[in-house]
């Protein structure tokens, strides 16, 4: 799918409790270009759970938009596979290199990177039970950046139309800062798109990052901020009054799928970043944490334009 795709590539990354269906539309109405991922997604779940599974509906508007799955088991990953396949979506991305805890001790996402037959397996048998593209999502490695170019030459040859790396090893989880010059020279050898992820703040950081990349992933930095894909000149005219109507049309479309409290709690992840950096913005983030209620947040949002 990427290889169709006019260059740079821009994708939001995939963000377990972020990149839901309701954040998904505000940035595809942000940027109608920008790739879109699902949350991270655990297969044992999607194949257990009808909650799990409509965390992955979506629809055509939508579009281009991955989903992003992770585990161990091959046969069912082959099962997964197939399944999403019937979806209306753009690609199938297999996480091999989250960092937490409780994923690493299942022997899943990050663990992937010192398991590179397994991997490889994992890549050929989803390649073999889907007419999508399949990319990966990893990192510069375990402790290092040693094996980061056996390890993606081996799923390339497994099949993989796609890589994301993102500039950090295992150990240093999210510590530290992104190394982007073992992925420029990844690129230079294998023959598949390469996506740069880690520490890109907004569309220009991004550009400025890419070199020889064919594209950037925007993660953390877009958690209440979908304007970060918008070129400078367009987020600097954005004004709080703009921002405020955003931010409560997120938190309109959360509260259409889930119960009202529960959504709003769910939504303080992305508050701090929508009112950041305007006037008596501390005052009005301390009262947004502690809201309740889908009218509250309206109230002390509009009591600072």
Known sequence: MLQQLAKP????APLDGITD????????AINPSVVLYSEFTNIFGIERSEFVRQRLVCDEKQQPYCIQIFGNNIELYGKIAKQLSSLPINGIDLNMGCPAKHVVQSLSGGHLMREIDLAAQIVATCKAN??????VKTRLGWSDEANLLPFAKRLEEAG???LTIHGRTHKQGYRGYANWEP????KKQVSIPVIGNGDVQNYEDGLEKLQNLDGFMIGRAA???PWAFLPKEQREAVTLADKIEVMLEH???LCSEKEETRAVIQFRKHMVGYISGFRNA???????????TKQECKQIAYSII
């Open 160 to 162: 993989a139309d796609s």
């Open 282 to 292: 501390k005052e009005a983030r301390i009262a947004l944490l502690k809201a309740t």
């Open 9 to 12: 590539i821009i994708a939001l």
């Open 223 to 225: 958690i209440g901020n």
């Open 130 to 135: 889907t007419h999508l593209p399949v990319s």
């Open 21 to 28: 269906f309701a954040y998904r539309q505000i940035v595809r």
């Open 251 to 253: 938190l309109s479309l």
């Open 183 to 186: 992925i420029y020279e990844l």
